[in-house]
């Protein structure tokens, strides 16, 4: 019989549904079960492609004898992190705090009034290598609680105490300047793999926001050192594992500092990110590895991400069913041996294939297959006989049980995929990945976004088209904002910007601080033991800092001194962070980029029907100026009136010419009807 979950909207909540377990979903109503009852809390939080929350899942929430035991002595609350991040992000800080280290799935034990008092993550079934059994950990739980309950409480309220002391305070330390930026590529120089690409040793994550920052510093400053980390970290991601090298994405990580082999789920914030990274360092460098990988990673977005909706999907999953054992296996869709291409491509194809792709014999994989990569010291193959050899191993591989899908549709991942979709249809004149932009941004404002008076507010997630019940946090607000003006930029819709506007106001009226620190909760929403407020940049851009980006880049664009001030603000928190963690606050360190650079403001006018508008248009987007902004539309009377974008009032044609006008801190250059004079005012482009 199916348990409270079996109403809710979460893919991970309803994989849960027939639990033996009598799960609850995160609610008021479970705390006070909790009360009335006089038991713990046990809360498990996970999301629906991590790997070892299926085993959890699979040992102990499926066995009849442990749900047993946990449904008489707990409560038991099961929550998705991606729909509620910030109840993991409040309680992960207490694990990291306790043990050292977090991850999920996380198990945290909780008083009635959601006080944690002991944590952990993954308990296997048996005691192993000094872990002790989940079993185990539940009969000591249960214990203490019954027999020490003083001691319990008074561990439950020393943790909420240093939770609540740990407040930050970075809206005083101003904004930084080049010294502080200089000073965070020296730390990431002290920390690159110049082997391998990347930062740090294993497991190695992709850096995509530390990328786009060394992409930036270069832009800004002629750094060759940044540019040649980042082209040479993604051209070694691009030939490892962590590519899929058929049919193009992502993976979450790589479990070997080499790139080899990843863990294989693809998050849809991963691609969104580095499908932008990949065609920025093309608009740097024309590079045509950048170019295939770019449009590559759109194109997986696009085919195995977008829903029926017209929104991106949150993940695929690591595991899928093996065809030989019939049980759920990391990695089996995505791993080769050299016998399996032979069966698909033919003796000579599949040898071709196996060197071309580094499949051995002994495998880099588990039970003699491969991940395939693309070796350096490779046969050189002719581009043709490569891509049928691929066409043929792709729609092999389609045959194969897929990985499942978490179709939730979370708003900040797709503010970001929306941004990179927009900018690559842009660069690589395809239109069509910009009607993707435009149709994911047309479902956030139509499902995720409600404009009431006195309660305007965006949903976090959606699934079927159905809104969920949570709300957004700061990094929903700041990262579609940002997809919203780079969508603005490209399509010279100005709605786009007055959509951004909304959001970025509500930022202001809702999560920020009177010193201008930003929190991860708005002001009236639910009250956790701890009012999240997390800055660093780790799989995906902060709350914190994908708002000061939208902030400024909206500022910009309206010249709104209130949003660039508050952009600065919340800056402070690089000036602080960026010179001693930069990994940590990539994402901050390219807004910051932007902040020094100006940013430029950039004016395109003239009649939609000339070719000349498209050609300065198109230099716009592709100039490498730090965060530059770009409007497009038809040149604006003297008084500015009926115009979508600030940025075009006032701005005529010169010589009845589409012209294009740059600015940066209230000083204008030559307006130009010329595209090489253009692209040198915003700095070196590709054509």
Same mark, same amino acid.
């Given at each position: 019989m199916p348990n409270r979950l079996a109403n809710e909207t979460s893919p991970y909540l309803l994989q849960h549904a027939d639990n033996p377990v009598d799960w609850w979903p995160w609610s008021p109503e479970a705390f006070a079960e909790a009360r009335e009852r006089g038991v713990p809390v046990l809360l498990s939080v996970g999301y629906s492609s991590c790997h070892w929350c299926h085993v959890m899942a699979?040992?102990?929430?499926?066995?009849? $004898?442990?749900?047993?035991? +946990?449904?008489?002595?707990?409560?038991?609350?099961?929550?998705?992190?991606?729909?509620?991040?910030?109840?993991?992000?409040?309680?992960?800080?207490?694990?990291?705090? /306790? !043990?050292?280290?977090?991850?999920?799935? +996380?198990?945290?034990?909780?008083?009635?009034?959601?006080?944690?008092?002991y944590f952990g993550t993954y308990f296997p079934p048996e005691p192993r290598h000094g872990t002790p059994s989940f079993v185990q950990v539940l009969e000591g739980v249960r214990t203490a609680w019954v027999g020490r309950p003083d001691e319990v409480a008074e561990v439950a309220q020393r943790i909420v105490r240093d939770l609540t002391g740990r407040q930050l305070d970075y809206g005083k330390a101003g904004a930084p300047g080049p010294e502080e930026l200089a000073q965070a590529l020296l730390g990431l120089t002290r920390d690159y793999d110049a082997a391998r690409g990347g930062f740090g040793g294993a497991p190695k994550f992709p850096p995509s926001m530390a990328l786009e920052f060394l992409l930036r510093h270069h832009a800004r400053t002629g750094a060759e050192g940044a540019l040649q980390m980042a082209a040479d970290t993604c051209e070694a991601m691009a030939r490892g594992g962590i590519y899929d090298q058929l049919g193009g994405g992502f993976a979450r990580y790589s479990v070997d500092r080499e790139w080899v082999v990843p863990h294989f789920e693809k998050m849809l914030y991963d691609n969104a990110l580095l499908c932008r990274v990949y065609a920025h360092l093309w608009r740097a460098t024309g590079s045509d590895l950048a170019r295939r990988v770019a449009l590559? !990673?759109?194109?997986?977005?696009?085919?195995?991400?977008?829903? /029926?909706?017209?929104?991106?999907?949150?993940?695929?999953?690591?595991?899928?069913?093996?065809?030989? !054992?019939?049980?759920? !296996?990391?990695?089996?869709?995505?791993?080769?041996?050299?016998?399996?291409?032979?069966?698909? $491509?033919?003796? %000579?194809?599949?040898? $071709?294939? /196996? /060197?071309?792709?580094?499949?051995?014999?002994?495998?880099?994989?588990?039970?003699?297959?491969?991940?395939?990569?693309?070796?350096?010291?490779?046969?050189?193959?002719?581009?043709?006989?490569?891509?049928?050899?691929?066409?043929? *191993? *792709?729609?092999?591989?389609?045959?194969?049980?897929?990985?499942?899908?978490?179709?939730?549709?979370? %708003?900040?991942?797709?503010g970001l995929a929306i941004a990179a979709l927009a900018?690559?249809?842009?660069?690589?004149?395809?239109?069509? $990945?910009?009607?993707?932009?435009?149709?994911?941004?047309?479902?956030?404002?139509?499902?995720?976004?409600?404009?009431?008076?006195?309660?305007?507010?965006?949903?976090?997630?959606?699934?079927?088209?159905?809104?969920?019940?949570?709300?957004?946090?700061?990094?929903?607000?700041?990262?579609?904002?940002?997809g919203f003006l780079a969508l603005a930029s490209v399509t010279g819709e100005g709605v786009w910007l007055e959509f951004a506007g909304f959001l970025v106001d509500l930022v202001l009226d809702r999560f920020t601080a009177e010193d201008g620190s930003l929190y991860d909760t708005a002001h009236?929403?639910?009250?956790?033991?701890r009012r999240p407020q997390d800055p660093t940049d780790t799989a995906a851009p902060s709350g914190w800092t994908a708002a000061a980006g939208a902030l400024l880049s909206y500022a910009a664009h309206t010249g709104s001194q209130a949003h660039r001030s508050a952009a600065e603000r919340a800056l402070g928190v690089v000036h602080a962070l960026g010179p001693r963690v930069p990994r940590f606050i990539g994402h901050g360190l390219a807004v910051a980029e932007a902040l020094v650079d100006g940013p430029r403001e950039v004016a395109v006018v003239g009649h939609p029907e000339d070719p000349a508008l498209a050609a300065l248009h198109r230099t716009a987007l592709l100039g490498t100026a730090p965060g530059a902004v770009v409007a497009v539309g038809l040149p604006q009377a003297a008084d500015g009136s009926g115009g979508e974008f600030p940025l075009l009032a006032e701005r005529t044609l010169v010589r009845d010419l589409p012209t294009a006008y740059v600015c940066r801190r209230f000083v204008c250059a030559r307006p130009t009807t010329d595209p090489v004079e253009l692209a040198h005012q915003l700095g070196a482009v590709h054509p």
């Amino acid at each position: 019989m199916p348990n409270r979950l079996a109403n809710e909207t979460s893919p991970y909540l309803l994989q849960h549904a027939d639990n033996p377990v009598d799960w609850w979903p995160w609610s008021p109503e479970a705390f006070a079960e909790a009360r009335e009852r006089g038991v713990p809390v046990l809360l498990s939080v996970g999301y629906s492609s991590c790997h070892w929350c299926h085993v959890m899942a699979h040992e102990s929430f499926e066995d009849e $004898l442990t749900a047993a035991y +946990m449904n008489e002595h707990f409560v038991n609350i099961k929550v998705d992190r991606e729909e509620r991040p910030d109840v993991d992000a409040v309680y992960m800080e207490a694990v990291q705090a /306790a !043990t050292g280290q977090g991850g999920w799935p +996380m198990t945290v034990f909780l008083t009635p009034d959601a006080e944690p008092f002991y944590f952990g993550t993954y308990f296997p079934p048996e005691p192993r290598h000094g872990t002790p059994s989940f079993v185990q950990v539940l009969e000591g739980v249960r214990t203490a609680w019954v027999g020490r309950p003083d001691e319990v409480a008074e561990v439950a309220q020393r943790i909420v105490r240093d939770l609540t002391g740990r407040q930050l305070d970075y809206g005083k330390a101003g904004a930084p300047g080049p010294e502080e930026l200089a000073q965070a590529l020296l730390g990431l120089t002290r920390d690159y793999d110049a082997a391998r690409g990347g930062f740090g040793g294993a497991p190695k994550f992709p850096p995509s926001m530390a990328l786009e920052f060394l992409l930036r510093h270069h832009a800004r400053t002629g750094a060759e050192g940044a540019l040649q980390m980042a082209a040479d970290t993604c051209e070694a991601m691009a030939r490892g594992g962590i590519y899929d090298q058929l049919g193009g994405g992502f993976a979450r990580y790589s479990v070997d500092r080499e790139w080899v082999v990843p863990h294989f789920e693809k998050m849809l914030y991963d691609n969104a990110l580095l499908c932008r990274v990949y065609a920025h360092l093309w608009r740097a460098t024309g590079s045509d590895l950048a170019r295939r990988v770019a449009l590559e !990673t759109a194109d997986f977005m696009v085919r195995e991400l977008r829903t /029926a909706e017209g929104g991106f999907a949150s993940a695929l999953d690591a595991d899928s069913e093996d065809p030989l !054992t019939g049980k759920h !296996t990391e990695g089996v869709f995505y791993a080769w041996t050299p016998a399996q291409l032979a069966e698909v $491509l033919g003796e %000579a194809d599949g040898a $071709l294939a /196996a /060197a071309y792709f580094g499949v051995t014999d002994e495998g880099t994989f588990e039970h003699g297959a491969s991940v395939l990569r693309l070796p350096q010291d490779g046969p050189v193959v002719d581009a043709a006989v490569i891509a049928g050899i691929r066409e043929r *191993l *792709l729609a092999a591989r389609a045959e194969r049980p897929a990985p499942g899908r978490d179709d939730k549709v979370v %708003a900040a991942w797709n503010g970001l995929a929306i941004a990179a979709l927009a900018e690559c249809g842009a660069y690589f004149d395809r239109p069509d $990945l910009v009607e993707r932009a435009t149709e994911a941004a047309d479902l956030l404002v139509r499902v995720h976004f409600d404009a009431a008076a006195g309660r305007a507010r965006l949903a976090r997630t959606s699934k079927d088209g159905r809104v969920g019940a949570n709300a957004g946090v700061l990094e929903d607000y700041g990262d579609v904002a940002e997809g919203f003006l780079a969508l603005a930029s490209v399509t010279g819709e100005g709605v786009w910007l007055e959509f951004a506007g909304f959001l970025v106001d509500l930022v202001l009226d809702r999560f920020t601080a009177e010193d201008g620190s930003l929190y991860d909760t708005a002001h009236d929403a639910e009250r956790l033991i701890r009012r999240p407020q997390d800055p660093t940049d780790t799989a995906a851009p902060s709350g914190w800092t994908a708002a000061a980006g939208a902030l400024l880049s909206y500022a910009a664009h309206t010249g709104s001194q209130a949003h660039r001030s508050a952009a600065e603000r919340a800056l402070g928190v690089v000036h602080a962070l960026g010179p001693r963690v930069p990994r940590f606050i990539g994402h901050g360190l390219a807004v910051a980029e932007a902040l020094v650079d100006g940013p430029r403001e950039v004016a395109v006018v003239g009649h939609p029907e000339d070719p000349a508008l498209a050609a300065l248009h198109r230099t716009a987007l592709l100039g490498t100026a730090p965060g530059a902004v770009v409007a497009v539309g038809l040149p604006q009377a003297a008084d500015g009136s009926g115009g979508e974008f600030p940025l075009l009032a006032e701005r005529t044609l010169v010589r009845d010419l589409p012209t294009a006008y740059v600015c940066r801190r209230f000083v204008c250059a030559r307006p130009t009807t010329d595209p090489v004079e253009l692209a040198h005012q915003l700095g070196a482009v590709h054509p």
